[in-house]
């Protein structure tokens, strides 16, 4: 309702008073517990007049109507006055515009004096230049010196501060109409350390970076900026850009020192020293120099050329420095080979990265810490390193940043269908290149900046023609579609392989099948997304089961299909097929993990595949003949492949269904529910629950266990496992260790975080299983099957009404209750074969329930599922029909699409790939929105979402002006984690998820891990005599003697090589800039990082890649602790008591990864005991 006013004095003619007036009565007594926000509006006076006019909207109709009730009419109960003039109210002639109204319904009261000093802050900010004589780039040595590598003098700029943008400026303004004008940005979030001081008589400043600044350019004020790969004056040597932009000193035209105190101040930069930094220059990055280092390293073979350019691209040493080593890893070349080398220049690369040295000449003090590394490596060279599985590899890694590229690894990965095909040897060949901002983070939108311009420029060059690491030149090859979201591809380098012949990048597309003239896809050469899709499947890491299937066994059977009224057709079996008994149990046999924990008899009836040109789900059907048949359908073929190919008889595992998954709620399903009519109390009463569960977890080990497994952490290392066989030995609790409790503080904080800012709520009694389909035909519509098979044994049936959900959930409609039928009936076909932790939907109906979840299908993804038997209070009072949208629109070529299309797509899906912020918007407005998740604006987000979803299929993406644009502020919840409190742009939100955030302070549960964990204080072991060690020594010393065993210099050896495995892992996986502060040891052992950040998913990223790695990393040990089958379970223990022994020596010499070494030796330790036992009672 819009609310006339007037009467109002020329002299308080501005919003700020007379919005602090109205406030001060709508929020006032009068209108308890209630904050109404409204739109003010004030008339131009009329000339001569000393009143004007005004108006005000509230969205509220209650809260106006009583307002005019108080205040308004010639008489009011009330009289609101302004300066002493008497204000009048009274109700508008026009109706509130609807915008006005939408603005309101969306946005929560701000308090106005917050918005003035907001307002004044950012006009001192931004009004008051400081003119600068000198800009000097340069580099900060080991001796404290900044070295000017370029600088720029004599030219008009000036040092402003950009207050909204949370930035400093050196700001050189264009010449001429001709030219541009350049800005250098540097981030506050950028900042390592200021210092400003008079140095010679000249006032000067000195920013050291931690990632480089932004370089814009632009020829108009008005224009949006074009982002620059390289500074742009004629002084500086393009090539050094990368490596001089982390330190940036500029001298003022005259003492504004008292100025930039005072202005740093107020745009919170409240770190800044005075102290002197003496200046050099000492050419580190000279043309020249470059230009040499380039011409060595091209020489050398590329793993020791590989490491040499790493040193130098990830900043270890500067280009002086590595030419000075030269000399002395040459010669080491000819005395113990390239592994040798390359192995030695990556461990170098650790220790030299934060040497310091008080001479002018580095090299002397870099050549005697590589030559320390190497007297290390050399005592357990001869040795060799643990033994590889053949599913893994060496991977090479290159990040390509707006100025420089990173390189990292190898590291020992899961391989895929192209890499298996060729010889190791050509393994080196690949290359996995990721596109990120200078932070590590995935590239952000920014309405100031033209990134697709920029996108375009920097990686056209470089997908389209080659990317040159080491001197030697790569091709863009392809993409899977996991690692197309992350904005990371495949290159290669052309190779002769001795089976194949000459291969480069075209090659191998060429040889992966048939894309073209497809009965079944006939136009997919013409859509380049939908063609680089069916090229991923390639690239997907798998597991190669070399499971000889004859052609004879290979079952082509049908969809089954229904079609519509409206001629839309629904595959009920949408990328699921089966495979014999015979077959799953072979297929287990062949990629069971060694070391015993997962029993051979107890295999998997389900695996996600890849097999030849299709994918998909395939699970057990016990009447399919053939004692290792398997049963493809349409819907799973993607591409063709001949079937004289081997490939096609080859079965490659993406996943093996092993066991169930815990459900958990998260903020889409809450929000959701909430709007279904599930009251916000069930939530909160779930989390507490969840919240003394967790804190319950340091009473014991069995609860500390229950709690990992629960979480999904620890895996890598089994550490569920390890402590749960330490409760049989009859340990109840690791009193004394202070670095266990460390592990429980990570996982504590792990957890809470994931409640507060995802409501990653942990359900009991409820689970997340794979969808296959009801090949028989047994179920009838709605109706599913789930068997729970526990990893104690236990097995449940879900019975009655089941609420059945897919992430993401977006639309009313994604939440749908399903009949579960509970135990089969003993002459059913899942009496025979109930296909354990898979949920089974029915073939029949008018539609498929996996489509009403979200558009979910059957090759892979996985349900959540709820009984609601089991949680009433969690029952909706309300459904929807599900969404039902056509399929999006392919974008399509008039030609077969070639990689140059592939290339110009990904480009396109890096800028306009807007999956995450249609998902956070349908949050937002349904948080802000009186309708909820039925808030128009939140449906139309729905229907765009889906458009998403497919884009990476389609090539289709959606039109970022389509989406509603949300109001101010947002709701806390959505304040990233790295912003403190700040009412002006968030507000307290009041539904579920914002109760639910704002209930959590992780503030209390800090894990308080060391700043950089080499620097750490090792924690005091346990005493030897400790109820733990002794209880573990006496089991271990009934199968072996305790005595004289002979130290074994392999295990020795082979944890010297996990240490400097795990660092690299800790550097790669850290979210710091150029990997400056590793992880540490707790997080690696747990699969956490508790480092802060504003793109949780770029963490999320990290940690999957953590875990992939440790879990590679740790089978590499356990395996070769183990041994083969000729070696014997006493020796087995033998070794892995030697190996925690070792660990307790190397921990007390503060030495990386002798705690996640011992955690790892005590679970083999605990492994062969368990074995032993069950020999010795058979």
């Not at 319904?105 to 917050?114: E, F, G, I, L, Y």
């Not at 370029?150 to 207050?163: D, H, I, K, Q």
């Not at 950040?1093 to 999320?1100: A, E, F, G, V």
Request: with cysteine; net charge neutral; charged share 25%.
């Amino acid at each position: 309702m819009e609310i006339f006013m007037r009467n109002i004095p020329i002299k308080f003619h501005n919003e700020y008073d007379l919005k602090v007036t109205l406030a001060k009565h709508l929020h006032g007594s009068n209108f308890p517990n209630i904050k109404a926000n409204f739109h003010l509006d004030l008339f131009p006076p009329e000339n001569g007049k000393r009143w004007c006019l005004g108006a005000f909207t509230l969205a509220d109709l209650h809260v106006a109507e009583r307002f005019l009730e108080i205040y308004g009419g010639p008489r009011p109960r009330h009289i609101i006055d302004i300066g002493g003039y008497r204000i009048f109210f009274e109700p508008s002639r026009h109706l509130p515009h609807p915008e006005v109204l939408e603005l309101l319904s969306r946005s929560r009261w701000v308090d106005p004096a917050d918005e003035l000093e907001q307002l004044k802050r950012y006009e001192k900010l931004s009004s008051t230049p400081l003119p600068i004589k000198i800009v000097q780039f340069g580099w900060i040595c080991r001796d404290r010196v900044f070295s000017i590598e370029g600088e720029e003098r004599n030219r008009l700029c000036n040092l402003t501060f950009a207050p909204e943008r949370h930035e400093v400026h050196i700001t050189f303004p264009r010449a001429s109409i001709q030219t541009n004008t350049h800005v250098i940005a540097i981030r506050h979030s950028s900042i390592s350390s200021v210092s400003a001081h008079t140095s010679a008589g000249q006032a000067t400043v000195c920013f050291q970076l931690v990632i480089p600044p932004l370089l814009l350019r632009r020829k108009f004020d008005k224009m949006p900026f074009y982002r620059m790969s390289g500074l742009p004056f004629q002084s500086l040597n393009p090539r050094a850009t990368s490596f001089i932009s982390l330190a940036i000193r500029i001298v003022f035209v005259r003492n504004d020192l008292p100025k930039f105190f005072d202005l740093a101040r107020t745009a919170g930069l409240l770190q800044i020293q005075s102290y002197q930094i003496a200046t050099e220059r000492r050419k580190l990055f000279a043309g020249s120099q470059l230009d040499r280092v380039d011409c060595e390293v091209r020489a050398l073979e590329w793993g020791v050329a590989f490491q040499l350019e790493a040193l130098l691209r990830n900043l270890d040493l500067d280009a002086t420095e590595l030419l000075g080593i030269l000399p002395r890893v040459k010669s080491l070349l000819e005395e113990h080979g390239n592994s040798y080398v390359a192995n030695l220049l990556k461990t170098f690369a650790g220790q030299v990265r934060n040497l310091s040295c008080n001479k002018k000449n580095t090299v002397e003090a870099v050549s005697a810490c590589l030559d320390e590394c190497h007297h290390e490596l050399m005592k357990q060279a001869s040795l060799g390193s643990p033994p590889v599985e053949e599913i893994l590899y060496q991977s090479f890694h290159v990040t390509l940043t707006p100025t420089t590229m990173f390189l990292a690894g190898p590291f020992l990965e899961k391989s895929n269908r192209v890499i298996r095909r060729y010889q190791k040897a050509h393994q080196e060949s690949f290359l996995r290149v990721d596109f990120r901002e200078e932070d590590g983070l995935q590239y952000r939108d920014d309405r100031d900046v033209n990134r697709r311009a920029f996108i375009r420029n920097r990686l056209e060059p470089i997908l389209k023609d080659r990317l040159v690491v080491a001197g030697r030149e790569f091709e863009f090859l392809a993409y899977s579609q996991s690692a197309l979201r992350e904005h990371s591809v495949w290159f290669c380098r052309p190779f002769t392989d001795n089976e194949i012949g000459e291969m480069n990048a075209a090659k191998i597309i060429q040889s992966l099948g048939t894309f073209d003239g497809l009965a079944y896809d006939p136009e997919l050469m013409h859509c380049p997304a939908r063609y680089a899709a069916r090229l991923s499947q390639a690239f997907t890491a798998t597991e190669t089961a070399t499971v000889k299937v004859d052609n004879k066994d290979i079952k082509r059977i049908n969809d089954i299909q229904v079609v519509t009224r409206r001629k839309v057709k629904y595959l009920f079996t949408d990328g699921s097929g089966n495979i014999s008994e015979d077959l799953a149990r072979e297929i287990w046999s062949v990629i069971r993990p060694k070391g015993g924990y997962l029993s051979a008899e107890d295999f998997p009836r389900a695996y996600q595949i890849r097999f030849g040109g299709s994918k998909g789900m395939v699970s057990v059907d016990y009447k399919l003949n053939g004692s290792k048949a398997i049963a493809i359908r349409p819907s799973m073929v993607k591409f063709d492949v001949p079937e004289t190919d081997d490939r096609t008889t080859q079965i490659e595992i993406a996943r093996a269904i092993l066991g169930p998954t815990p459900y958990h709620l998260n903020r889409p399903l809450i929000t959701i529910l909430e709007g279904l009519g599930v009251r916000v109390e069930e939530f909160e009463h779930l989390q507490a629950q969840a919240v003394i569960e967790t804190r319950k977890a340091t009473n014991s080990l069995h609860d500390a266990a229950a709690l990992l497994d629960a979480h999904g952490l620890g895996t890598s290392f089994r550490l569920a496992a390890v402590l749960r066989n330490l409760e049989k030995l009859g340990v109840q609790t690791l009193q004394g260790d202070l670095f266990y409790d460390q592990l429980l503080r990570v996982s504590v904080y792990h957890i809470l975080r994931d409640l507060k800012n995802n409501a990653r709520i942990p359900i009991p009694n409820a689970w997340t299983l794979v969808g296959v389909a009801d090949t028989h035909g047994f179920l009838q519509e709605k109706e599913i099957f789930a068997c729970i098979k526990q990893s104690d044994g236990e097995v449940i049936y879900l019975e009655g009404q089941v609420l059945v959900s897919r992430s993401p959930c977006i639309h009313p409609g994604d939440v749908q209750v399903a009949i579960a039928i509970g135990r089969p009936p003993e002459d059913s076909p899942f009496a025979k074969e109930p296909l354990p932790n898979t949920v089974v939907f029915s073939i029949k109906g008018k539609r498929p329930l996996p489509s009403c979840l979200g558009g979910g299908d059957l090759d892979g993804d996985v349900y959540n599922l709820l009984p609601l038997a089991l949680h009433k209070h969690l029952t909706p009072l309300r459904y929807f029909e599900p969404a039902d949208y056509a399929a999006a629109e392919r974008k399509k070529l008039n030609r077969p699409s070639t990689m140059k299309d592939v290339a110009d797509f990904i480009m396109e899906y890096i800028v306009s790939d807007v999956i995450g912020i249609i998902a956070t918007s349908w949050l937002v407005i349904a948080d802000q929105s009186q309708f909820g998740i039925q808030d128009r604006a939140c449906l139309r987000l729905a229907r765009l979402h889906s458009d998403a979803v497919d884009y990476p299929k389609t090539g289709n993406a959606v039109n970022i002006g389509d989406l509603p644009r949300l109001k101010f502020p947002k709701p806390d919840w959505n304040a990233p984690e790295t912003v403190e409190q700040d009412p002006v742009n968030y507000y307290q939100s009041q539904s579920a998820i914002g109760k639910l955030y704002r209930a959590i302070d992780l503030n209390q549960h800090d894990p308080s891990l060391a700043t950089n964990p080499l620097d750490d204080t090792p924690l005091p072991l346990p005493s030897n005599d400790t109820e733990f060690l002794e209880v573990v020594r006496r089991r271990v010393s009934q199968f072996i003697p305790l005595d004289d065993i002979p130290a074994n210099g392999l295990i020795e050896r082979y944890f010297s090589w996990f240490s400097d495995e795990l660092l690299h892992i800790a550097s790669e996986c850290s979210l710091s800039h150029r990997h400056s502060k590793p992880l540490h040891e707790a997080e690696l052992i747990i699969g956490t990082i508790t480092q802060k950040t504003s793109q949780p998913r770029m963490r999320k990223n990290n940690m999957s890649k953590l875990r992939e790695l440790t879990e590679s990393l740790v089978r590499r040990i356990r395996w070769a602790l183990e041994g083969d089958e000729s070696k014997s379970t006493q020796d087995y223990l033998r070794d892995s008591w030697l190996a925690w022994n070792l660990s307790f020596g190397d921990c007390e010499r503060k030495k990386f990864g002798a705690r996640a070494w011992g955690w790892i030796a005590l679970g083999g330790v605990l492994d062969a005991i368990q074995t032993l036992e069950e020999d010795r009672n058979d």
